[in-house]
């Protein structure tokens, strides 16, 4: 051990080299006490250009931020002992679900405090039950740290499954012990080199072979990518994509399609699923029939068959034999377009408008949608095929809460150093309207989010609670219509604001470049 340095400082370091010599570029970090050793280690590391540091005061922010950058690459997030932990858990869920590499830094007490009374001390180790992949208390040390590299590796090979399992995320508990200020300035030196290199596993593909004559449809639930396409292009089935799908640009993807599954749906012989389809009730029920075959793609150990109904699950398919009739898919396609102009036929802007706009094919940012009503208004009205964005389109649909969702497209931002506009609904903003705070030494995001205000939880609306004989209860207990000025919140975050009621107005706002962040609301009452 350095003569003169502290144990708590000297693990902090080993914790951030190891990190960093794994691919970790970014932490996003909430101040705190007990984490000051690791905040300290982190200033140093930036300063040295290891990584990059992003400082928010809110836990439950920290999280999702961190979540965002996920999206693009592992990342790790830094927080004090007690009800900070805590407040990452939403995030963890979703991380959980997601599939997507969130490293916790959970800064600690020593554990003879524990059960004794001692302040901002509780049982953290093991905090996020079964929602981790790995969950690792490092001690606090008394002298010479030890295992630390080691723990680090284990890791961030589970967040990245890069040697087996899906990705997701991990905790690592450390301890600290006084004194949590270092005896010294750090000099990290040049950037560690990667060590051990995780090589992946590698499993022999499950590759079933399908009858292309089979009328069959191809559903492309969040995540599905680019595998979705190369099938449903090959065999000309109608492709049911999901706007995060990753998929919605394919050739034969149909606009509309819940709407459609009611007319077409009888037809149906085969469904193959990629992704986790969530969005619609008419997917659940066609995935829920056991007079059809149903086969699920999906390399990891936990596919999506929630019904229990499939036929078979594999890693891969191929095409065999011949092709549907060419008829098949056009009647699909011809009920799609018809769905979606009827969507549209509003003769005043509306949610569906906004996002078919906001979605279309010229558009070039990252797209973050809220995950309640906002997202299945762009499934009913957004392009299908070559006209939908080429940008990519996200929601947190692991667990579909509208919690973290400005955090979310602000760590994307972040991550992709690169303009990110978000959709929300009224109540998804306010539920993360702190998110938008900006510390003044950090850098500052190019985020615009689309406040779609219908006073309150439209989604329900949809929903039997929505039905006339529950009217008496509706209003309060489901719509929740709140009394905010949008306008106000922004300007007290130092966010730009405009609102927008007509078509051109919204067509003016989506020409212009993003830069800083903005609020551009539009009024749907």
């Not at 191929?318 to 898919?329: A, D, I, K, T, V």
């Not at 094919?361 to 906002?374: E, K, N, R």
């Amino acid at each position: 051990m350095t003569a003169s340095e502290h144990p708590a400082a000297l693990a902090a370091r080993e914790l951030v080299t190891a990190l960093v010599a794994h691919g970790v570029a970014d932490v996003v970090l909430a101040p705190g006490s007990r984490s000051a050793p690791l905040a300290y280690a982190l200033a140093a590391a930036e300063e040295a250009g290891w990584l990059r540091v992003h400082v928010r005061i809110d836990e439950r922010v920290v999280g999702f931020v961190a979540l965002g950058i996920a999206r693009e690459r592992p990342a790790a997030v830094v927080t004090t002992s007690g009800t900070a932990v805590a407040n990452l858990h939403p995030a963890v869920l979703e991380a959980h679900h997601s599939r997507l590499p969130l490293i916790v830094l959970s800064a600690d007490r020593p554990h003879e405090l524990r059960g004794v009374g001692a302040n901002q001390t509780t049982d953290q180790p093991g905090i996020f039950g079964t929602a981790v992949r790995s969950a690792v208390e490092i001690p606090a040390f008394d002298g010479e740290p030890r295992g630390i590299p080691s723990a680090v590796t284990r890791a961030v090979a589970a967040a990245t499954g890069v040697r087996g399992g899906p990705p997701g995320p991990v905790q690592l508990n450390v301890g600290f012990r006084d004194p949590l200020v270092p005896a010294a300035p750090w000099q990290p030196g040049e950037v560690p080199f990667r060590r051990p290199m995780l090589i992946p596993t590698t499993v022999a593909p499950s590759q079933i072979p399908l009858d292309g004559a089979k009328r069959t449809v191809v559903i492309a639930g969040d995540g599905a990518g680019s595998d979705a396409v190369t099938l449903a292009n090959a065999a000309r089935w109608p492709l049911l994509a999901e706007p995060t799908s990753g998929a919605r640009r394919g050739a034969t993807a149909i606009p509309g399609y819940r709407t459609v599954l009611e007319q077409e749906g009888g037809a149906v012989r085969r469904a193959v699923v990629f992704g986790r389809p969530t969005l619609s009730r008419q997917v659940s029920a066609l995935l829920a029939r056991t007079d059809i075959e149903i086969v699920v793609v999906d390399p990891g150990p936990d596919w999506v068959d929630v019904a229990g109904t499939a036929f078979t699950v594999a890693t891969s398919v191929r095409l065999e034999g011949e092709q549907s009739h060419s008829s098949w898919l056009q009647g699909w396609r011809s009920a799609g377009l018809a769905v979606q102009r009827a969507a549209l036929a509003a003769d005043h802007l509306d949610a569906p408008q906004v996002l078919h706009a906001v979605l279309a094919a010229d558009q070039p940012h990252t797209v973050v949608l809220g995950s309640s009503l906002t997202i299945r208004h762009a499934d009913l009205a957004a392009h299908a095929g070559d006209r939908y964005t080429r940008a990519r389109v996200v929601a947190n649909r692991g667990l579909a809460g509208i919690d973290g969702t400005l955090s979310t497209a602000t760590g994307l931002a972040l991550a992709t150093e690169a303009p990110v506009r978000a959709v929300v609904g009224d109540l998804t903003f306010l539920h993360d309207v702190g998110g938008l705070a900006h510390g003044v030494h950090e850098l500052e995001p190019d985020l615009q989010v689309f406040v779609l205000n219908d006073a309150g939880g439209g989604i329900f609306a949809g929903l039997e609670h929505g039905r006339p004989e529950h009217a008496g209860v509706y209003p309060r207990f489901f719509g929740t219509a709140q009394e905010v000025d949008v306008a106000a919140l922004a300007a007290g975050f130092g966010a730009a604001y405009r609102r927008v009621s007509t078509t051109a107005e919204l067509t003016q706002v989506l020409s212009a470049p993003v830069q800083g962040r903005s609020v551009v609301e539009i009024s749907l009452v």
